[in-house]
């Protein structure tokens, strides 16, 4: 098979690249600086240089491919209209010159922020109407209809994962590994807050799965929209303690009342606007942060595709905290 993958250089998208080459198939990488893409390079992958945001640089960007698989997105940024612009109008760019192509399968990696947050023991379900809490769930909500509005002329199906995990990753298994050297991992609020989690490389699989077989979306409705997670519901301190544990470390989680955190998450909003460089702790971030539950359940994915999760949680830490330790990141 042929593959277009945008994000190619991000945690998700260099682990699909790495798997797509592993099984022989071709992969056409959509990248902003070709010269900051050698590990692409070094996997085989043709370079494609390009901008998700810049709809003139995707004109020419999708060839003759079978698959065209987005994964490129901000996750945080400065404003709601830079979200937007990426996020959204960039999906309904890419997914426009897709058609145009009358061919390929568009699999868009979408967001459980999309979906919403869902309520402590009740796991999200694809058939739950969407209540996004942030601006950036909202932008990734807009990313999916931006995909629906091609569902006439273009085979599309989504993917929302959950928290995501696994090597390569840049966001959540460093800042939790930092805090797991220290002995000591703050949570926000109170009272018990839920998760899902999925392994990378069984998000990659599903990708592969979806790619390959899944439904496709119409304007609205379930069909062709897929959540993925391990199944396991994982409580912030189990995930400390997995952290702690694959590190070879004591220690403890210690609640924090959650006005503690909305004022940390306060102040590193107002330096971001300053320095002009987003952070991940943000006003918006605690409008997930806040919530009791993150989960969803993988049903339809196992019973429509036969896809599983297959990398048990200690695993994963144990592989990751490897990964790292010999490129010397903890």
Known sequence: MRWF????????????VERLRARGDEVLALVRDPG?????????????????????SLTDAVPEVDVVVHLAGLVKALTREELFEVNAAGTRSLAGVAARSGRAKFVLVSSLAAAGPSTPGRPRLETDRP???SMYGQSKLAAEE???SFASVLEGSIIRPPIVYGPRDKEFLPSLFRLARTGVIAKSGLGEKHYSLVHVDDLVALIIDVAERGARVDEAGSSGVYFCADEVD????????GAMTALGRRGTVIPVPEVVTWIAAGA????ARITGRPAILSLDKMM?????????????????LGW????????GMRDSVRWFRERGLV
């Open 36 to 56: 900051r893409a050698s590990e692409l390079r070094a996997m085989g992958a043709l370079l494609v240089r390009g901008d998700v945001a810049r709809p003139d």
């Open 5 to 16: 993958v945008t994000g190619a250089t991000g945690f998700i998208g260099a682990t699909l």
């Open 308 to 315: 599983r999760a297959r990398v048990p949680f200690v695993e």
């Open 288 to 304: 997930e942060i806040r919530e009791p539950a993150w989960t969803c359940s993988a049903e339809k994915a196992r019973r429509e």
């Open 131 to 133: 209540a996004p809490v």
């Open 146 to 148: 931006a995909l629906r």
């Open 234 to 241: 994982y409580t912030w301190e189990a995930l400390a303690r």
């Open 268 to 271: 590193s909003s107002a330096a």
